[in-house]
């Protein structure tokens, strides 16, 4: 007789879950301790950043408000006075003028615009006192002279060095003497003043610029101005604005044609 019966199937064991727990759990807490980690450096690297550029506009901010500050200090100091002032008149290579024909008064070698005689007189005795040697070279020059004077300075030149043809001559000239027309001493306002017939080497040139302003003169051509004004450091040459101008601009390392813009 045949057996119908089938063999009897081993039951399946029902898997341990609680096995699984625990590694399941560490898992969970590798993956948050990562998490957190990786939560705090992000953080971290933000505020660093954020603190960085806090920094970068603070000094930025400092920068502006130290600049506007000092902006203002000038605003609030600056003279009352016009840029159409009789003693603030501009003559340059950018603003030639015809003859002005001031009244004039001599001074020793000189002749000056008869509203400044007293106040050059009196920056010429001041200089004496520092250095004995100091006196006027030059004041007062009309147009018609200042056209002979230039041009006899651009023959000289072209005399010196055969290289130079008559426009490189000029531009030579030009560092240190003016056109006719586009020179301060037709104002009559301007002076040259030195211990020495030479220009840039008096010896007390410092002392005498640093007492100018107390006269209404400004050292009217320095080597930081050149940009300003076309021309080099010139250690005679004396321009006369007024006494309070002259401060300021001095105190503030303003040429007249900066000082003027800031007038305006």
């Known amino acids: 007789m045949p057996n119908n019966q089938y063999p009897k199937r081993r039951p399946r064991k029902q898997p341990r879950y609680d096995r699984m727990i625990l590694p399941g759990l560490l898992v969970i807490c590798l993956i948050g301790i990562i998490a957190f980690v990786g939560f705090k450096m992000v953080k971290k690297d933000s505020v660093k950043s954020a603190s960085s550029s806090n920094v970068v506009q603070s000094k930025k901010s400092g920068s502006a408000k130290k600049a506007a500050s000092e902006t203002d200090k000038q605003s609030s100091n600056l003279p009352k006075s016009k840029a159409s002032d009789w003693n603030l008149v501009l003559v340059n290579r950018e603003n030639p003028k015809d003859e002005l024909n001031p009244e004039l008064t001599q001074l020793g070698n000189i002749v000056v615009d008869s509203r400044i005689a007293q106040s050059a007189e009196a920056f010429l005795t001041a200089a004496q ?10 004041g007062y020059r009309s147009v018609a002279y200042q056209e002979t004077l230039y041009n006899q300075y651009v023959a000289q030149e072209m005399a010196a060095d055969a290289s130079l043809d008559h426009k490189a001559a000029e531009k030579v000239v030009q560092t240190y003497s003016q056109p006719a027309g586009m020179s301060e001493h037709q104002t009559g306002l301007a002076i040259d003043l030195s211990d020495i017939d030479r220009l840039n080497e008096s010896t007390t040139a410092k002392e005498i610029a640093a007492i100018a302003p107390t006269y209404g003169f400004v050292l009217r051509f320095t080597d930081a101005g050149k940009p300003y004004t ?13 006494v309070e101008n002259a401060k300021y601009m001095t105190e503030h390392n303003l040429t007249l044609e900066q000082y003027l813009k800031q007038l305006s």
């Open 129 to 138: 006192a520092i250095n004995p040697a100091e006196h006027f070279i030059s």
């Open 230 to 242: 076309g021309v080099g450091y010139e250690d005679w040459h004396f321009r006369y604005v007024g």
